[in-house]
């Protein structure tokens, strides 16, 4: 049973990757802010429970790599610091700096919850500080059109893309996302380049 279900998850993630992309303009910065993220750890080219945890106790990410959950496929593709906001009642952020993902998500046919949301991150900046609350403000949440954020609200079977905006406290640091509280997450090690 477990064969058939890789089997299948391996295959949504090809035809998703073969019908789908991302502009680059979801993940981009203007020239006139050259903000943009250097990743710092590296991780195996398929997000994998086998992998050793981290310090944190979650697995290593990386962008762009599908991670299976459940019977779904999230790929955080890429993300950036403090683009400038295109909703016309955009705020500056609260925490200090917003950190916006560029994602897609797969249901599988058991889901009904898409985990990949605001809700689910953790951010632990440079101070040692952990985020926990906090990381979805009203300023993140009016930051974008509501178009083109990643829907909180699918349904089995389902697929989406869009942006998530983190409220943060500084642009280095730890992204931890916990689809399940009970079982280690996924981490990606990040810093601004400088």
Known sequence: MRTGSLFT???LVLLTASACTVAPSDVSVPAEQPIA????NTAPEQASDAAPLTAYGNHPAS??????FEDSVAVVDGAVFDPPCTEDSSRAPENGHFLVLSTTVDLGQHDGVNALNSFGFKWIGSDGATM???LYTNAARFCFPLG??????MGPGQHGSGKIVLDVNS???TLMWLPDATQPGY???IASAQ
Do not use: K, M, R
């Open 9 to 11: 998850a391996a295959l």
């Open 37 to 40: 993220i250097a990743p710092l």
């Open 63 to 68: 962008f762009g790599v599908p991670i299976d």
């Open 132 to 134: 926990s609350a906090g």
């Open 148 to 153: 083109e954020i990643l829907p909180a609200a």
């Open 171 to 173: 642009t280095s640091g």
């Open 187 to 189: 981490e990606w090690a």
